[in-house]
């Protein structure tokens, strides 16, 4: 009878406990986690325009001076926002547009370079040069960020596998194959598919990309370059911005068919903030807009003032829907269940986007505010330190091992886009 008793009060002590253990926690605590668990492990955001906003800086277009982040800025981006939000490591975008026309692409990107570099040694307090794995890691370490840099679109390299070459040797550790518009040698997303993905000079592209120990960035490249690359690569490719196109239909949205093939690449879609990729509402809202502008602009012809009044009227008659942080969630939890938690990471792109933000994902404070977002739906800590960080890293880390063997294996490629891709042009 006392061991039936025992048995019964250990039974009823534990039923509490059991339940203690499995509730879910609250906002505050769920909070306090996230900001323990970023404390301890490097948070490393995929893409961050602050260099272009700064060159486009009304005020005081380029100067790095002005655009002060030790004060409050008007984007998403400054000193004491990177800390609230533990950010430890950044690629910072040395984005061009791919529709420059006036003097070719390398003096806007060398500028673009130079504003990124004196970035960086400006504010030694918070920023540090990193140019591999190990460095994020150990700048974190001492309290910093480790300072990368994205270029944003293969157009910059003009064709030229030298040129991507010097890029390298600048700082920049991937490269985004196109931006919005489709190349010489590579379909993007949200242009006319001319090659059906890469041409051959495209995948010596890669290849090269390969041997030097830069990513593949696969955010706005078209699902055939996406296919092409992970045929190519020899090392992991990363979405350096992109989301999940299951949930959202957007042509810069990664397919299912390629978030599958990523755990054999070893690759990491980094989720962004970009409220038309991550709300269902906002896309359909966007896509009721443009059908509503192109009858209108059908109706009307060149009278753009009358397009104007019954574009805005129409806004103010559908309100645009907000996008909410449980938007971002759904996509990495998305993107966990089907490449799996070794595969997904973040990729804001603060300062680079025009839209609202998403509610509760204002600026880089509120990194911690996602984080709890996954802990209240039931992340492990080992889960959410890949998300963090450990995934890039870890693709960071063996692209460069990649590199070391290919560097004993083969010399710079000579190759040309005219060499190449001849055949094809006949």
Request: net charge neutral.
């Amino acid at each position: 009878m006392r061991l039936i008793a025992a048995l019964a009060v250990s039974v009823a002590l534990a039923a509490p406990l059991a339940a203690q253990k499995t509730a879910t926690p609250t906002h505050e605590q769920a909070l306090a986690h996230a900001k323990a668990l970023l404390a301890t492990t490097p948070l490393v955001d995929g893409h961050n325009d602050l260099p272009w906003a700064i060159r486009e800086n009304p005020k005081a277009p380029r100067d790095v001076d002005a655009y002060d982040l030790r004060k409050t800025t008007p984007h998403q981006t400054d000193l004491a926002r990177m800390k609230a939000g533990h950010l430890g490591g950044q690629f910072w975008s040395i984005y061009i547009p791919g529709e420059v026309k006036d003097s070719g692409y390398a003096r806007i990107q060398l500028e673009q370079f130079d504003i990124a570099r004196r970035i960086i040694a400006k504010y030694p307090e918070r920023l540090v040069t990193a140019g591999t794995a190990a460095e994020v890691r150990a700048a974190f370490k001492k309290g910093k960020v480790g300072s990368m840099l994205g270029l944003e679109g293969g157009h910059a390299i003009e064709n030229s596998l030298g040129a991507l070459r010097i890029y390298y040797d600048l700082g920049a550790r991937y490269m985004t194959l196109t931006h919005n518009v489709t190349l010489d040698w590579a379909d993007a997303a949200l242009d006319s598919a001319k090659h059906g993905g890469l041409t051959p000079f495209g995948k010596e592209v890669v290849r090269e990309m390969n041997r030097l120990g830069m990513l593949v960035d696969l955010s706005h490249v078209s699902p055939g370059t996406m296919s092409n690359a992970l045929d190519v690569t020899e090392a992991p490719v990363i979405f350096s911005h992109s989301s999940a196109r299951a949930l959202v239909d957007h042509k810069r949205n990664v397919p299912d068919s390629i978030l599958k093939r990523l755990p054999k690449n070893g690759g990491v879609v980094m989720v962004t903030f970009v409220p038309g990729f991550d709300s269902p509402k906002i896309f359909a809202w966007s896509q009721q807009r443009g059908a509503f502008a192109a009858a209108i602009r059908q109706r009307l012809g060149a009278d753009s003032a009358a397009i104007r009044r019954e574009l805005s009227a129409w806004e103010a008659a559908h309100p645009a829907p907000h996008a909410t942080i449980a938007d971002v969630a759904d996509h990495i939890d998305y993107i966990r269940k089907v490449a799996g938690p070794d595969h997904v990471g973040i990729g804001s792109d603060f300062d680079g986007v025009d839209d609202d933000l998403p509610d509760g994902l204002q600026s880089e404070a509120d990194y911690p505010q996602l984080f709890a977002e996954l802990i209240r739906r039931g992340w492990s800590d080992a889960d959410l330190r890949k998300l963090a960080g450990e995934n890039v890293l870890r693709a960071l880390a063996q692209a460069e091992k990649v590199a070391k063997r290919l560097q004993k294996e083969r010399p710079p490629s000579t190759k040309t886009i005219d060499e190449l891709d001849r055949g094809l042009k006949m």
